[in-house]
């Protein structure tokens, strides 16, 4: 999947018809990645996407599967915006990728601080702790994980 992603983020780079051979022996399957429709703006963000929402690199979250981080991406994807452009990641860079998670958890949701989302979580359901969102201080490791693995894909021309 890291490959896909890599290539569908940097296709404009590369030439115009781009081809991934994936499967196995048994099952052989050729994807025409140029043929992918990616808007110019989510195509930018997509390795950030990919990172923060798991990927070979960084952890995924518990009960947040691509599909559905993929709505939450698509209604605020200026929630990833900067990520992976500097080693130092900034405050607001941080804040807006927390609110982005808030949002994995509770697409509805208006809050920005993960910690006030586990808790509204642990209050609405008490029978699967494994489920609560991170907890602030492990979610500021992921997403810095996740800014250093997106600055290295943005490198990988």
Same mark, same amino acid.
């Given at each position: 999947?890291?490959?896909? =992603?890599?290539?569908? !983020? ?21 994807? /025409? =990645?140029?043929?992918? /429709? ?9 390795? !950030? ?16 599967? &691509?599909?559905?981080?993929? &709505?939450?991406?698509?209604?605020? /994807? ?14 607001? =860079?941080? !804040? ?6 808030? $949002?994995?958890?509770? /697409? ?7 910690? $006030? ?6 209050? &609405? ?18 997403? $810095? ?9 943005? &490198?990988?021309?």
């Amino acid at each position: 999947m890291d490959i896909l =992603v890599l290539l569908l !983020a940097h296709r404009q780079q590369l030439c115009q018809d781009i081809w991934m051979f994936a499967g196995t022996s048994r099952q052989r399957c050729n994807i /025409p =990645v140029h043929r992918i /429709p990616l808007s110019e703006e989510k195509s930018k963000l997509l390795l !950030a996407f990919h990172a923060i929402t798991g990927c070979d690199m960084t952890s995924n979250f518990y009960v947040v599967g &691509k599909a559905s981080a993929w &709505k939450v991406f698509e209604d605020a /994807p200026d929630l990833l915006e900067h990520l992976g452009e500097e080693s130092q990641i900034s405050t607001d =860079v941080l !804040a807006k990728a927390e609110a982005f998670v808030c $949002k994995l958890y509770n /697409p509805g949701t208006q809050e920005v601080e993960i910690n $006030k989302e586990r808790a509204t979580a642990f209050r &609405k359901s008490k029978k699967d702790l494994d489920a609560l969102p991170l907890t602030h201080d492990a979610l500021i490791l992921l997403i $810095k994980r996740a800014n250093y693995q997106t600055m290295e894909w943005n &490198k990988a021309l």
